[in-house]
């Protein structure tokens, strides 16, 4: 997941966007992190990301940004 993360962080900040990862964690085959970004117009966005992993290959990814998509 760190690496994933390294890689999303430098693909955003070549779009301008500052992207910060809050928090990593994982057992088993199943993760979480928790994130956030600021886009070039200066809003601000927060989210969580849930992986299913095998070895070091990530199975399944999903976002969920700010609470509009939770609820």
């Known amino acids: 997941i760190k690496a994933f993360l390294k890689q ?3 693909d955003m900040r070549e779009q301008d966007i500052v992207f910060t990862v809050a928090e990593v964690a994982g ?3 199943v993760g979480w992190s928790r994130w956030n ?3 070039p117009d ?3 966005k927060e989210g969580v990301s849930v992986y299913r992993f095998k070895g070091d290959m990530i199975l399944y ?3 969920y940004i700010g609470s509009n998509e939770l609820g």
Do not use: C, I, M, W
Request: glycine content about 14%; overall charge negative.
């Open 37 to 39: 970004f600021r886009l």
């Open 61 to 63: 990814q999903h976002d």
């Open 27 to 29: 057992e088993g085959d």
């Open 8 to 10: 999303v962080t430098a």
């Open 42 to 44: 200066g809003s601000k």
